[in-house]
């Protein structure tokens, strides 16, 4: 049985900005480490090179507990330029997946969270006003110890009617208001797919490569990792890489894949316009991260690229770190298991043999 979660889903997201986290999160202290880390990400030493990736830790008090409980790398929450708010609760259901989870399935989705464990998360990227984040984010940042290192992830925001420079405007903006936190590596999320699937910017090659392009413009040497969604196209993962793989420094996949989210009696689980469809991660994503994984590794040796590769998706054991380090992850990171197992890193650490 999965242990109480970090962030409670039968709370609204505000009731667990304001209490969270909870369980084993709710009182940490700093680990004493007696050992040197012994791996590197994006150049900085991290004991192990396993976190959380952007969405669960939704602010500073959650990255802190993650910190002190040996997430290593962890992600600050996806942040906007301006306050955004957060869908309508429910934000997070468990769903019933038999083994591996196809795109474009159709689910059943309910308040029973068991093993092997795969849900569906709708929050639309909420964010308070960059006066909140700013001073929250440098504040994890330099409470982060030697052998870990934050991640600061952000997303631009397409205002209504607004044109195509506008857009790559508002990345730039966040880009920057993100870096003035003394953040020592920035995450631009390409890939959210609750703001519709057919719009993932991920998939649109050349935007993609022009936000990028602006982006890296901005921040200058501080190392820029790409979250992406699993492409289903081999060849046009190469084309994007193409554009995009020699400007980036890593690559973060997968992101949630989109499924109708039905509830027990077939109507529509999540309330509200365009909330049909949802992103499902955890256990039953694994083979789609684990795929991704594998293709960027023989990609980026194939194209001569340098991109770090972070695995994402599933990864619940020491078992599923293995399997991403051997095809080819940098560094792995949880969000469904990790939720619900506090203890995850430390487990890792402890039976892991790809470390
Ligand atoms: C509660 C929750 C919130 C998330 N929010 C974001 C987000 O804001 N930005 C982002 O890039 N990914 C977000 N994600 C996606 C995760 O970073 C990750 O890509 C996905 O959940 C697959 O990993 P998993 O199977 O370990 O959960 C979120 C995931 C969860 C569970």
């Given at each position: 049985m999965p242990l109480e979660p970090f962030y409670d889903p039968a709370k609204s997201y505000l009731d667990n900005f304001e209490h969270g986290p909870f369980g084993l999160f709710a009182d940490t202290s700093p680990a004493s480490q007696t050992i040197e880390p012994k791996h590197q990400f994006l150049g900085y030493p991290v004991f192990a090179p396993f976190g959380i990736p952007a969405g669960p830790l939704i602010n500073g008090k959650y990255v802190k507990a993650a910190l002190d409980m040996g997430f290593d790398i962890p992600v600050y929450k996806t942040v906007r330029t301006h306050r955004y708010e957060c869908h309508p609760w429910p934000n997070v259901l468990a769903v019933k997946v038999e083994g591996d989870l196809a795109p474009d399935r159709t689910l059943v989705a309910n308040q029973n969270y068991s093993e092997p464990l795969s849900i569906t998360n709708s929050f639309g990227v909420p964010s308070f006003d960059p006066e909140v984040w700013q001073r929250d984010m440098?504040?994890?940042?330099?409470?982060?110890?030697?052998?870990?290192?934050?991640?600061?992830?952000?997303?631009?925001?397409?205002?209504?009617?607004?044109?195509?420079?506008?857009?790559?405007?508002?990345?730039?903006?966040?880009?920057?208001?993100?870096?003035?936190?003394?953040?020592?590596?920035?995450?631009?999320?390409?890939?959210?797919?609750?703001?519709?699937?057919?719009?993932?910017?991920?998939?649109?090659?050349?935007?993609?490569?022009?936000?990028?392009?602006?982006?890296?413009?901005?921040?200058?040497?501080?190392?820029?990792?790409?979250?992406?969604?699993?492409?289903?196209?081999?060849?046009?993962?190469?084309?994007?890489?193409?554009?995009?793989?020699?400007?980036?420094?890593?690559?973060?996949?997968?992101?949630?894949?989109?499924?109708?989210?039905?509830?027990?009696?077939?109507?529509?689980?999540l309330p509200g316009a365009g909330r049909l469809r949802s992103g499902v991660c955890g256990s039953a994503v694994k083979w789609a991260g684990v795929a991704m994984t594998s293709r960027l590794a023989r990609l980026r040796g194939e194209l001569g690229m340098k991109f770090a590769i972070v695995g994402v998706g599933g990864a619940g054991d020491a078992a599923a770190f293995d399997e991403y380090r051997r095809a080819g992850a940098d560094a792995v990171m949880s969000a469904t298991a990790a939720m619900w197992n506090p203890m995850l890193a430390q487990e890792i650490k402890g039976q892991a043999h790809e470390l």
């Open positions: 440098a504040e994890v940042v330099a409470y982060a110890r030697p052998g870990q290192v934050v991640v600061g992830s952000f997303q631009g925001t397409l205002p209504e009617n607004g044109s195509v420079a506008d857009y790559i405007a508002d990345f730039v903006l966040g880009a920057r208001l993100v870096k003035e936190t003394g953040v020592k590596i920035i995450e631009v999320n390409l890939s959210c797919p609750n703001e519709g699937t057919a719009n993932l910017l991920c998939f649109d090659i050349h935007r993609s490569r022009q936000v990028v392009e602006a982006i890296k413009d901005e921040i200058g040497s501080v190392p820029l990792v790409i979250k992406m969604a699993y492409y289903k196209d081999e060849s046009r993962l190469e084309d994007f890489l193409r554009e995009v793989g020699k400007t980036v420094d890593g690559i973060s996949a997968i992101n949630t894949i989109s499924a109708e989210i039905l509830d027990e009696h077939g109507k529509q689980a």
